[in-house]
């Protein structure tokens, strides 16, 4: 029996995923995205600091250093969703970073040698219901590359950052955890700078109202799928109900996209009914991960 919020919160962290991906992407369509990147992670840095009030273990050497990795791999892999979205193609990109589901299972299964056989089917359904949802079956050959190598790169990424919270978070707490995790994320965005098109300075003001509040959104979800993972040691199943996200796209886009200057509802219907088929699939897979 799974407690009631390591249900919820996955879920409401996928629905404000979802709201806070249009918002980056509105920011990011006048540009800038190095600068959106360097304005979310500066902001979720800050914010994670709250989580200090909740305290935790001491600070010591292994502690601290057990967090800085974990947001060293969160931040390599924001990077690499960044290059697989910017140099490729996000309807290629996107689905492949759903594969961080199957990631995460391979290393909960190295990590402890067991997984339940259930999990493993949901994972992989999930897996085939994001490439539904978000792929496209035409694709210039070298931004293929490009997208699917780097998002394969972000998924073991975020993938290695999940699997280690759930491994170091008890020993630390995370309430110290999560603010020296993300305090590492923000420092390590400071490397973004010399990739800047123009100073932060310069950055339309429509585009930073955007940035912020996306990446409001992105860091209260965060903190929701961080805390679960680390407070109910689900990670697998946090995963499978997280990437809901991929249903919650397809209505979203379809009734409210419009709303961020979004027009992918207007793909055709084809390609709707094939992210319908995906959705159900998921729905499977979600059922998978609570029985």
């Not at 979310?40 to 010591?60: I, K, S, Y």
Request: with cysteine.
């Amino acid at each position: 029996m799974h407690p009631t919020a390591s249900i919820v919160l996955p879920l409401c962290s996928a629905l404000g995923y979802t709201f806070a991906a249009m918002m980056l992407k509105r920011a990011m369509d006048g540009g800038h995205p190095w600068r959106v990147v360097f304005i979310v992670n500066l902001l979720g840095a800050v914010l994670f600091q709250t989580w200090l009030l909740h305290g935790g273990e001491p600070f010591t050497a292994t502690n601290v250093t057990h967090a800085v990795l974990a947001g060293t791999a969160f931040f390599i892999g924001q990077v690499f969703t960044f290059i697989a979205i910017s140099r490729g193609d996000i309807s290629i990109a996107t689905p492949v970073l759903g594969t961080k589901v199957v990631f995460v299972a391979v290393f909960v299964f190295l990590a402890k040698g067991q997984l339940d056989s259930k999990l493993w089917a949901a994972t992989f359904l999930t897996t085939l219901a994001l490439a539904l949802l978000g792929g496209e079956w035409q694709a210039n050959r070298q931004r293929l590359l490009v997208s699917v190598g780097f998002a394969f790169l972000a998924s073991i990424a975020f993938a290695a950052t999940d699997v280690m919270q759930q491994l170091w978070v008890p020993a630390f707490g995370f309430g110290h955890f999560g603010p020296v995790m993300f305090a590492t994320v923000g420092l390590l965005s400071l490397a973004l700078i010399p990739f800047f098109s123009a100073p932060l300075s310069q950055m339309p003001r429509p585009m930073v109202k955007w940035a912020l509040g996306g990446g409001l959104l992105l860091t209260i979800q965060a903190m929701g799928i961080a805390y679960c993972i680390a407070e109910y040691h689900q990670v697998t199943v946090t995963n499978v109900l997280y990437n809901t996200r991929g249903l919650w796209s397809v209505a979203l886009v379809w009734v409210v996209g419009h709303w961020f200057s979004n027009t992918e509802k207007h793909v055709g219907k084809a390609i709707m009914t094939r992210r319908l088929i995906g959705a159900l699939i998921l729905l499977a897979a979600v059922y998978l991960s609570l029985s």
